[in-house]
């Protein structure tokens, strides 16, 4: 399986939110999205969750264009809740279980009960930890190939921190990507082999930790790059 | 189609079921009004269900295509977005709860109507005992124009054929004056006026076509007839519907960001 992006770009009005980036990722690969608030990772991901379109360049998995046909092997975990006023967990469960048929409704109840979640409560009223356990609970209990997290990890409690590495470290195997932005690179780099860094839009730096790393760790490697940019 | 249409009408389930209250509550004034003797709440049922009934269906109409506004503006969009969807079924299914919304609403409070107004009908025959003179009274109204009631109800039905596909093709543009505004405009508060404008823009071109090629609505002899004559208005609404709902659907997957 291979994800591919080339010469990838998105504008909003006038200004570019991502500019002319080409990277390929392949199945097995667990690659994190780094980069500064505003550098273009939710963006790049709505791109891959066909959620908009790209201005200039192509995306495909597989060589099929992202669209209708790749958001059944897309899973995307946004970073804002975007359920419905009325909805509560049971609901959200059952609209994905009616439009994803790789939605497993049980496991995710599982997850639900884990999570000490309401089942029954309104999403609107939940803390902003809690919905954000309950967006990890519906985007891990799919089975697509690829899964995209979006700060996964911001804004949960320590115990909700391992669980989540350790469900995505469980769903690592060659038949699948997983993408992962976030800001909190130590506890990421456990999981991941590869990295993309995006700085103002445009990709500064893509590769395998091991190449892209060295001797160092990725918070040095991530310091080295936006040093400039976080004294901004 | 019929996966989006069910979320449709499930986040829209208060709305319908206060309406579905109100309608229910506005006709038990008639019984009520029968029981205690009270034509006044005969009538007043009566006529605050024809009132509703209109409130009601174009609430209806409106109803799904505001929700899809907010769905470009908000998150919630991501919800229908996200999932293995055609734009194209995603908004049929969205153009179709509009109509099925606003039929539910117009066939309830319609019924509602019709028995409230029976019962005042009822009534005042009762007290009169002039159903008969009555029925005169219309027949003679409508010879004295030179008009059958079968001319009548023939050129009623290819009105009403006329009415409802200015309908579905005013809800289609509404979907694509919305869409085309999302389409410009990311964010900002202006979305509404620019959607109201190219919704103009759309009616005015209906309102030059409708002149351009439309036959005007005769007087018909049988149904048949006024079927017949109805037929360039109904393809040229169904024509119109496809392409703007087709038009939205390409912007929606090309052009529109959440």
């Given at each position: 399986?291979?994800?591919?992006?080339?010469?990838?770009?998105?504008?909003?009005h006038?200004?570019?939110?991502?500019?002319?980036?080409?990277?390929?990722?392949?199945g097995?690969?667990?690659?994190?999205?780094l980069?500064?608030?505003?550098?273009?990772?939710?963006?790049?991901?709505?791109?891959?969750?066909?959620?908009?379109?790209?201005?200039?360049?192509?995306?495909a998995l597989?060589?099929?264009?992202?669209?209708?046909?790749?958001?059944?092997?897309?899973?995307?975990?946004?970073?804002?809740?975007y359920?419905?006023?009325?909805?509560?967990?049971r609901?959200?469960?059952?609209?994905?279980?009616?439009?994803?048929?790789?939605?497993?409704?049980?496991?995710?109840?599982?997850?639900?009960?884990?999570?000490?979640?309401?089942?029954?409560?309104?999403?609107?009223?939940?803390?902003?930890?809690?919905?954000?356990?309950?967006?990890?609970?519906?985007?891990l209990?799919?089975?697509?190939?690829?899964?995209?997290?979006?700060?996964?990890?911001n804004?949960?409690?320590?115990?909700?921190?391992?669980?989540?590495?350790?469900?995505?470290?469980?769903?690592?195997?060659?038949?699948?990507?997983?993408?992962?932005?976030?800001?909190?690179?130590?506890?990421?780099?456990?999981?991941?082999?590869?990295?993309?860094?995006?700085?103002?839009?445009?990709?500064?730096?893509?590769?395998?930790l091991?190449?892209?790393?060295?001797?160092?760790?990725?918070?040095?490697?991530?310091?080295?790059?936006?040093?400039?940019?976080?004294?901004? | 189609?019929?996966?989006?249409?069910?979320?449709?009408f499930?986040?829209?389930?208060?709305?319908?079921?206060?309406?579905?209250?109100?309608?229910?509550?506005?006709?038990?004034?008639?019984?009520?009004?029968?029981?205690?003797?009270?034509?006044?709440?005969?009538?007043?049922?009566?006529?605050?269900?024809?009132?509703?009934?209109?409130?009601?269906?174009?609430?209806?109409?409106?109803?799904?295509?505001?929700?899809?506004?907010?769905?470009?503006?908000?998150?919630?969009?991501?919800?229908?977005?996200?999932?293995?969807?055609?734009?194209m079924?995603?908004?049929?299914?969205?153009?179709?709860?509009?109509?099925?919304?606003?039929?539910?609403?117009?066939?309830?409070?319609?019924?509602?109507?019709?028995?409230?107004?029976?019962?005042?009908?009822a009534?005042?025959?009762?007290?009169?005992?002039?159903?008969?003179?009555?029925?005169?009274?219309?027949?003679?109204?409508?010879?004295?124009?030179?008009?059958?009631?079968?001319?009548?109800?023939?050129?009623?039905?290819?009105?009403?054929v006329?009415?409802?596909?200015?309908?579905?093709?005013?809800?289609?543009?509404?979907?694509?004056?919305?869409?085309?505004?999302a389409?410009?405009?990311?964010?900002?508060?202006?979305?509404?006026?620019?959607?109201?404008?190219?919704?103009?823009?759309?009616?005015?071109?209906?309102?030059?076509?409708?002149?351009?090629?439309?036959?005007?609505?005769?007087?018909?002899a049988?149904y048949?007839?006024?079927?017949?004559?109805?037929?360039?208005?109904?393809?040229?609404?169904?024509?119109?519907?496809?392409?703007?709902?087709?038009?939205?659907?390409?912007?929606?997957q090309?052009?529109?960001?959440?």
């Amino acid at each position: 399986m291979k994800l591919c992006a080339k010469n990838l770009s998105r504008k909003y009005h006038g200004v570019y939110a991502l500019r002319d980036v080409s990277f390929e990722l392949n199945g097995g690969d667990v690659c994190l999205l780094l980069g500064p608030n505003g550098s273009g990772k939710t963006t790049l991901m709505k791109l891959i969750a066909g959620l908009t379109s790209p201005c200039a360049g192509e995306i495909a998995l597989d060589g099929v264009p992202i669209g209708t046909a790749t958001k059944r092997r897309v899973a995307y975990m946004p970073t804002e809740n975007y359920f419905y006023s009325y909805m509560t967990a049971r609901d959200a469960g059952k609209y994905y279980a009616d439009f994803f048929s790789d939605f497993d409704f049980s496991a995710y109840e599982a997850r639900v009960e884990r999570g000490q979640l309401p089942m029954d409560a309104r999403i609107r009223t939940l803390s902003s930890g809690m919905s954000a356990k309950l967006r990890l609970a519906l985007a891990l209990s799919r089975d697509a190939e690829v899964m995209m997290f979006d700060e996964p990890i911001n804004g949960v409690d320590m115990l909700t921190r391992d669980w989540v590495i350790e469900e995505i470290a469980a769903r690592r195997d060659a038949g699948r990507i997983l993408l992962i932005s976030t800001h909190l690179v130590e506890q990421a780099e456990v999981v991941a082999n590869r990295s993309l860094f995006l700085s103002h839009g445009e990709l500064v730096r893509a590769g395998t930790l091991d190449e892209l790393c060295g001797e160092r760790s990725l918070e040095d490697l991530y310091r080295e790059v936006y040093g400039g940019d976080a004294q901004c | 189609m019929l996966t989006i249409i069910k979320y449709e009408f499930r986040k829209n389930r208060t709305s319908l079921l206060v309406m579905l209250l109100v309608a229910a509550g506005l006709f038990l004034l008639a019984p009520f009004g029968k029981a205690l003797g009270k034509e006044s709440l005969l009538a007043l049922s009566t006529i605050f269900l024809f009132l509703y009934a209109l409130a009601a269906f174009f609430y209806a109409l409106t109803r799904g295509i505001s929700a899809y506004s907010s769905e470009l503006r908000g998150r919630t969009g991501y919800l229908l977005m996200m999932v293995p969807r055609s734009t194209m079924s995603i908004l049929f299914g969205k153009l179709l709860f509009s109509l099925a919304f606003a039929a539910l609403m117009l066939a309830v409070t319609a019924l509602a109507l019709g028995a409230s107004a029976t019962m005042a009908f009822a009534e005042m025959v009762e007290q009169t005992q002039q159903i008969e003179g009555f029925l005169n009274l219309i027949r003679y109204g409508l010879a004295q124009i030179g008009l059958s009631p079968a001319q009548l109800a023939a050129t009623a039905l290819c009105a009403a054929v006329e009415i409802l596909g200015s309908i579905l093709v005013i809800v289609g543009f509404s979907y694509l004056s919305v869409t085309l505004s999302a389409t410009l405009l990311r964010e900002g508060k202006l979305r509404g006026l620019v959607s109201a404008l190219f919704f103009l823009a759309l009616f005015a071109l209906l309102a030059w076509l409708e002149n351009r090629i439309l036959p005007e609505v005769e007087l018909y002899a049988s149904y048949e007839e006024a079927l017949l004559a109805s037929l360039p208005a109904s393809l040229l609404h169904i024509i119109l519907t496809c392409a703007c709902t087709a038009a939205s659907a390409v912007l929606l997957q090309k052009k529109v960001s959440l």
